[in-house]
């Protein structure tokens, strides 16, 4: 069982920085891959980034790559997500999320395990 808390979400005009921060406890977290996702109101769910269980592999959506770095301290038992030159449409509620497995489905929603309840970004024009 792994729990996650995310912090970090707030407000900012377009172009500003945020720096997305979630809080794991539970055994072994250093052996999940973790994803971020956000969800925006009346869309799905989707996918941001994610990071091997080691953290030496990334991934990310075509629609942050280049803004947005993720990162996982396995001895602080945190992922945070780096988020710049912020856009209006990052607007979204994000979440942090645990998976068990890695592959090619790790950019689905569907392959995690853990969620966290979600941190709000709004990201003014």
């Known amino acids: 069982q792994v729990q996650l808390v995310e912090s970090g979400g707030g407000l900012v005009q377009a172009g500003a920085s945020l720096r997305l921060s979630c809080a794991a406890s539970?055994?072994?977290?250093?052996?999940?891959?973790m994803g971020w996702f956000r969800q925006a109101p009346g869309k799905e769910r989707e996918f941001v980034a994610a990071?091997?269980?080691?953290?030496?592999?990334?991934v990310y959506a075509d629609s942050v790559k280049g803004r947005f770095t993720i990162s996982k301290d396995n001895a602080k038992n945190t992922v945070d997500l780096q988020m710049n030159s912020l856009k209006p449409d990052d607007t979204a509620v994000y979440y942090c999320?645990?998976?068990?497995?890695?592959?090619?489905?790790?950019?689905?929603?569907?392959?995690?395990?853990?969620w966290g309840q979600g941190t709000q970004v709004t990201v003014s024009s």
């Open positions: 999320a645990a998976a068990r497995t890695w592959g090619n489905r790790n950019t689905e929603p569907k392959a995690y395990d853990y």
């Open positions: 990071i091997w269980w080691k953290g030496s592999v990334t």
């Open positions: 539970g055994r072994a977290f250093s052996s999940y891959n």
